[in-house]
Antibody, heavy 120, light 106 residues
Framework: QVQLQQWGAGLLKPSATLSLTCAVY????????WSWIRQSPGKGLEWIGE???????NYSPSLKSRITILVDTSKNQFSLKLTSMTAADSALYYC??????????????WGQGVLVTVSS | DIVLTQSPDFQSVTLRERVTITCRAS??????LHWFQQKTHQSPKLLVK???QSFSGVPSRFTGSGSGTHFTLTINSLEAEDAAIYYC?????????FGGGTKVEI
């Protein structure tokens, strides 16, 4: 059974950098896209970006200037860094896997989520 | 960006009732539309992929249909455990987007 386990600091001050990591257990790391998604009361579910095992990334245009998503295939982990955090970035952050079938890509497994709050 | 509009926002239903949730896309997305269920304090779980394909382990009462810009998720004979928020999601083009959600209350 595939499991995604994520962790990172939950309380940040304004202008700080968010750093989250997601580890993948119980399945192959290759052949998938590994995504970050956040959820807030005001914006609902928002896709942040993704990386594959080759390090190829896709980012949300609205966050692109502040995002870095990296992959560590030796540990089956991927990470998110989001700079210049503000209160508007407070949200529940999820990692998720996108799998491929003939019709295209789809999310099949999600992490448990990490609540991130930005406050002075 | 492709905007997904769900309706209704909220639905109060009784057990064993049939529930239909609609998702409309701002442009044609073929069948690149997926449905998720999110229960309180849980992460979203995939119910239906590519408009009508049931995901492994999902009860048969959850069915999806549609293509282009109009999609529906139907829950036949609602059970108590189906109380949740339901989201549609498009994978037709980047950036990936989600609908605003439909809360189903029993």
């Amino acid at each position: 059974q595939v499991q995604l386990q994520q962790w990172g600091a939950g309380l940040l001050k304004p202008s700080a950098t968010l750093s989250l990591t997601c580890a993948v257990y119980g399945g192959s790391f290759s052949g998938y896209y590994w995504s970050w998604i956040r959820q807030s009361p005001g914006k609902g579910l928002e896709w942040i970006g993704e990386v594959n095992d080759s390090g190829n990334c896709n980012y949300s245009p609205s966050l692109k200037s502040r995002i870095t998503i990296l992959v560590d295939t030796s540990k089956n982990q991927f990470s998110l860094k989001l700079t210049s955090m503000t209160a508007a970035d407070s949200a529940l952050y999820y990692c998720a896997r996108r799998a491929w079938q003939s019709q295209g890509w789809y999310f099949d497994y999600w992490g448990q989520g990490v609540l991130v709050t930005v406050s002075s | 960006d492709i905007v997904l509009t769900q309706s209704p926002d909220f639905q109060s239903v009784t057990l064993r009732e049939r529930v239909t949730i609609t998702c409309r896309a701002s442009q044609s997305i073929g069948t690149n539309l997926h449905w998720f269920q999110q229960k309180t304090h849980q992460s979203p779980k995939l119910l239906v992929k590519f408009a009508s394909q049931s995901f492994s382990g999902v009860p048969s009462r959850f069915t999806g249909s549609g293509s282009g810009t109009h999609f529906t998720l139907t829950i036949n004979s609602l059970e108590a455990e189906d109380a949740a928020i339901y989201y549609c999601h498009q994978s037709h083009s980047l950036p990936l987007t989600f609908g605003g959600g439909t809360k189903v209350e029993i």
